[in-house]
């Protein structure tokens, strides 16, 4: 059965030579196909110029003879070295842990911190923040240590050869100067805030320009100044500011400048880099910094008595307690409650100038009639007693019985520097106008 199978297939390949042709061509197609692919298997497995012949491996010892140390590594004398290791108080610290943090390793030393009168405020005084430096040698014992207890005092710890010392006195500031450069968008809080100006700075800058600029109404946007001011340190860390040293206001266009100059005696003023005084002999404002709520005026509409009167003051809106200062030097006439200005101050001062404040929420402990004031004490506070709507200071300026706008009157100027500081004064104020100038144009080549 097989075999007829076989021979029926036999027959129909021999009887159809057209078939057995189409089968042998399709053969030879897939040959002739299959070459360029065994090419390319070939072109990966050897790179190009690459010999395939057997290459011997072979094994190479070689013994190098190492150079001989010209100097110990590790120093023989090591029990002499010293060094400083700073660290700050952290939230969970204890007196051993921080000790153990610096490396402090000799039980002398710790017994020492926790029984010795002065010592022991280190313990009970662990401040997060505070910083910290120890000298050790390298067999960790404790030769010096400094701890900031605060802004005014460090606890310093040195190893004697009669055993450990501690005392506490007040740290060892580097004083610098920072020159600080920004412009005004909204306000001059604003603008000191945005170039990362202290507050204190900013207050500052307005009281020696509050005879040219009235900081409440003048400010525009696009004024500039450029600040100089000093800056106290302790170990790198910021501990406070002081005085502005000079500084450069543009207003409206019109360019202001200031020069900080300490006489041998000890006295501050500023004073325009020719040596022209910045002091009045009032000051513009009795509060340091405010804003203006109701204006002079003849005819204003009261806002309790609701008519039309005359406001012969100005209105500084801030909060109760803000402090008040005495513009300028004199006696104190009168101190009490009067009618609407509720609790109210009368100050008398020289040339016929009478200042008057009102609504105070409480006056300065001691203050009477008769008592003489300098320039800046404080004789009370801000406050809404009396016939007021809110918190503010209503505050006048008589001349010789007539009222005058506090913010217009003209006020006189101090005396000017003495004949026996001018060469000094020069030379100092060469210095810093030369700072000035050179930040301010370097800011202006920045804006342009």
Do not use: C
């Not at 094994?59 to 120093?75: D, F, G, R, Y």
């Not at 710790?110 to 050790?136: C, E, H, V, Y």
């Not at 809080?189 to 040219?212: G, L």
Request: glycine share 6%.
């Amino acid at each position: 059965m097989q075999q007829t199978e076989q021979s029926r297939k036999e027959v129909i390949l021999t009887q159809n030579p057209a078939l057995k042709e189409r089968k042998l061509r399709l053969r030879w197609l897939l040959v002739i196909s299959s070459l360029p692919l065994f090419g390319i298997i070939t072109a990966f497995g050897i790179a190009p110029q690459t010999s395939t012949q057997n290459v011997t491996i072979s094994t190479i010892v070689e013994n190098i003879e190492l150079p001989i140390a010209s100097a110990p590594l590790v120093s023989e004398n090591l029990e002499h070295e010293n060094y400083w290791q700073a660290d700050q108080v952290r939230r969970d610290d204890t007196l051993a842990s921080l000790m153990s943090r610096l490396n402090v390793q000799n039980s002398e030393a710790l017994t020492f911190l926790r029984n010795d009168p002065d010592a022991k405020a280190l313990a009970s005084q662990l401040r997060p923040g505070r910083s910290i430096q120890a000298q050790i040698n390298a067999n960790g014992e404790l030769l010096k240590l400094q701890y900031q207890l605060n802004q005014s005092s460090t606890l310093t710890v040195e190893r004697t050869d009669t055993g450990y010392q501690a005392k506490t006195g007040e740290p060892v500031l580097e004083v610098h100067n920072v020159l600080k450069t920004a412009e005004i968008r909204s306000s001059l809080f604003a603008a000191t805030d945005a170039a990362d100006i202290p507050d204190s700075i900013a207050i500052q800058m307005a009281e020696i320009f509050s005879s040219d600029i009235d900081f409440h109404t003048d400010l525009r946007k696009g004024d500039r100044f450029v600040v100089i001011y000093e800056a106290k340190y302790d170990n790198g860390n910021l501990v406070s500011t002081g005085q502005v040293l000079a500084a450069e206001f543009t207003n409206q266009g019109k360019t202001y400048k200031a020069v900080m100059y300490r006489t041998p005696e000890g006295k501050v003023a500023y004073y325009t880099p020719e040596g022209k005084s910045l002091h009045k002999s009032f000051l513009r404002s009795p509060l340091e910094f405010t804003r203006i709520s109701s204006g002079f005026t003849m005819g204003r509409f009261h806002p309790v008595l609701q008519k039309i009167r005359a406001h012969k003051g100005v209105d500084m809106a801030a909060p109760i307690g803000t402090r008040i200062k005495a513009p300028a030097d004199g006696i104190v006439q009168f101190v009490g409650v009067k009618n609407g200005y509720g609790n109210v101050i009368y100050l008398q001062h020289a040339g016929g100038v009478t200042t008057v404040y009102g609504h105070l929420s409480r006056f300065a402990p001691g203050l009477r009639a008769g008592m003489k004031v300098s320039q800046g004490d404080i004789i009370g506070n801000v406050g809404m007693t009396g016939m007021a709507t809110g918190p503010h200071l209503h505050y006048e300026f008589l001349l010789n019985g007539v009222h005058r706008d506090p913010l217009k009157v003209a006020l006189p100027a101090a005396q000017p520097l003495a004949p026996q500081y001018r060469a000094d004064f020069a030379a100092h104020s060469a210095n810093l106008s030369a700072q000035l100038q050179l930040l301010s144009a370097s800011t202006l080549a920045s804006l342009d």
